[in-house]
């Protein structure tokens, strides 16, 4: 199963700060705005992945939507460069660690668990047995 670990203490792994293509958009301005932002980034992942709007447009929609804030110290990757990163984390082992500043607590990485668990489901099946009614799950909220 993959995992989230911190930056902090391992170089091993996808690393997904804001330095990266794969980093979080939104910044943590305190501690009671950490579920918020990363519901945000679940949808932030959710358009870029599903509806196709550059990373870009999806943070400014996002944060419009939701009150949040983008880092100043994102980024800011084209649609090209987040799916190339992207394509780290579709190809990535079965015991991936995703690596950000935030763990243990609630980070952005766990989305990314999530969409590579869908996605691997996704190849698992194959295109005749997908089921368009369980579309990637960071659309839901």
């Not at 082992?93 to 990314?112: E, N």
């Amino acid at each position: 199963m993959p995992s989230v670990g911190n930056l902090k203490d391992t170089t091993i792994g996808i690393k997904c700060d804001r330095t990266t293509a794969l980093g979080n958009p939104f910044e943590i301005r305190n501690e009671e705005e950490r579920d918020r932002v990363c519901d945000g980034f679940e949808k932030h992942l959710f358009l870029i992945t599903q509806c196709f709007c550059s990373p870009v447009d999806a943070a400014k929609r996002v944060a419009e939507e939701m009150g949040l804030v983008v880092s100043p110290a994102w980024i800011r990757p084209t649609g090209e460069e987040f799916a190339i990163a992207l394509t780290e984390i579709d190809d990535s082992p079965d015991d991936a660690v995703f690596l950000c500043d935030c763990s243990p607590k609630r980070c952005h990485c766990d989305s990314y668990i999530t969409y590579r668990l869908w996605w691997k489901e996704i190849l698992r099946v194959g295109a005749n047995g997908y089921d368009p009614s369980r579309p990637y799950p960071g659309g839901e909220k």
